[in-house]
């Protein structure tokens, strides 16, 4: 089982870029990177997904230097609403499709 | 957009009672999943399902608990004789096909208190 790291917790202004890091060190060649987002009291949601270099869709950048060992998910201009928990999930092995959570970051959006 | 629904949105129960929480996945999909987040806790996976048999199943997921799928539409978990410790937050998700490159879809969840 691949292990992520990130950090427990960020504070951010309102209308500033975040950049949430993820370690994963032993990601396997052929598994993609994924996050998901979670709002208190809700189910987690898909943010974005990549397996290299840059991903970018109406939420989030995802960028994955070459090594792939790590990934930064960039959201620009968060707003008091992207207040949440941000999961960088980890690889379960191989055929498996279950959702590896770690604890996350929560991201503290200010007024 | 379609959603995962979950029914019952709480449900309190005494220990050592049975309990059931319904799930309608997405009606195109084709994998269901069952996941729970106890209070200040990490989401954990529970069980995976597919063809109208299990897939995948964590330790969590022991002899107490079992998944169906009655009908075309619902997905349950039976919980047989609950717990203190299962009191959490349960999550059913769907995807359209396996594989973590598809997209799982969470419901909004059954807060399970167990008293």
Known sequence: LAKTTQPISMDSYEGQEVNITCSHNNIATNDYITWYQQFPSQGPRFIIQGYKTKVTNEVASLFIPADRKSSTLSLPRVSLSDTAVYYCLGDPGAGSYQLTFGKGTKLSVIP | ?115
């Not at chain 2, 019952?8 to 799930?23: A, F, K």
């Not at chain 2, 996941?35 to 022991?62: A, T």
């Not at chain 2, 349960?90 to 807060?111: D, I, K, L, N, V």
């Open chain 2, 1 to 115: 957009e379609p959603e995962v629904t979950q029914t019952p949105s709480h449900q309190v129960t005494q220990m050592g009672q049975e309990v059931i929480l319904r799930c309608v996945p997405i009606s195109n999909h084709l994998y269901f999943y069952w996941y729970r987040q106890i209070l200040g806790q990490k989401v954990e996976f529970l069980v995976s399902f597919y063809n109208n048999e299990i897939s995948e199943k964590s330790e969590i997921f022991d002899d107490q608990f079992s998944v169906e799928r009655p009908d075309g539409s619902n997905f349950t978990l039976k919980i047989r004789s609950t717990k203190l410790e299962d009191s959490a937050m349960y999550f059913c998700a769907s995807s359209e096909a396996g594989g973590r490159m598809y997209e799982q879809y969470f419901g909004p969840g059954t807060r399970l208190t167990v008293t």
